[in-house]
């Protein structure tokens, strides 16, 4: 199975600065013969579901604010929150949804103010 | 509006048996792979099972044999159903559209003497 790690566990941010999250791979989730990333991001707020806001490792889904980005390729990826706000606290996971299941999620990353 | 409503989640005793539903709306159900994922509490996501649009069924190996997913398309509904269940099988339950845009609000599972 693909093992998906993320670094940190835990990050504080100040408002409006920029927050990065990483996420790693245990192998490649790109996908050669249509050149796309099997890699998602995930933000969860206290108790609701997870909400959808990178698919294809960059590409955001509807409605999600364009502070957020997704970037990276192969087994390296980064969330990006370009200006952080209140409404941003949340836990951030992301996931691999290459080939095969299972679809491993990373261990989440908490991000405060 | 699209949406998913789990139900079926229960408090049950080690070794016992649960079968999960997901009522899907406002989409086309058998278009779309479908999943479950499970948050136990304070913990992340794990993907649990998928089954594709097609029928073919996927297992996180933690469940292989204790757990079957299946779909009644003319009904729009998922299912999980869930035998010989531990204290490990204890969480929430998500039902999952797809690529995870979708997700449904959660059934809680006990497994609990």
């Known amino acids: 199975d693909i093992v998906m790690t993320q670094s940190p566990d835990s990050l504080a941010v100040s408002l409006g600065e920029r927050a990065t999250i990483n996420c790693k791979s245990s192998q490649s989730v790109l996908y050669s013969s249509n050149n796309k990333n099997y890699l998602a991001w995930y933000q969860q707020k206290p108790r609701q579901p997870p909400k959808l806001l990178i698919y294809w490792a960059s590409t955001r889904q509807s409605g999600v604010p364009d502070r957020f980005s997704g970037s990276g390729s192969g087994t390296d990826f980064t969330l990006t929150i370009s200006s952080l706000q209140a409404e941003d606290v949340a836990v951030y996971y992301c996931?691999?949804?290459?080939?095969?299941?299972?679809?491993?999620f990373g261990q989440g990353t908490k991000l405060e103010i | 509006e699209v949406q998913l409503v789990e139900s079926g989640g229960d408090l049950v005793q080690p070794g016992g048996s649960l079968r999960l539903s997901c009522a899907a709306s406002?989409?086309?159900?058998?278009?779309?792979?479908m999943h479950w994922v499970r948050q136990r509490t304070g913990e992340g996501l794990e993907w649990a099972s998928g089954i594709g649009n097609g029928g073919d069924t996927h297992y996180v190996g933690s469940v292989k044999g204790r757990f079957t997913i299946s779909r009644e398309n003319a009904k729009n509904s998922l299912y999980l159903q869930m035998n010989d269940l531990s204290a490990g099988d204890t969480a929430v339950y998500y039902c999952?559209?797809?690529?995870?845009?979708?997700w449904g609000k959660g059934t809680t599972v006990t497994v609990s003497s």
């Open positions: 999952v559209r797809g690529m995870g845009d979708v």
């Open positions: 996931q691999q949804y290459y080939t095969t299941p299972p679809y491993t």
């Open positions: 406002g989409f086309t159900f058998s278009d779309f792979d």
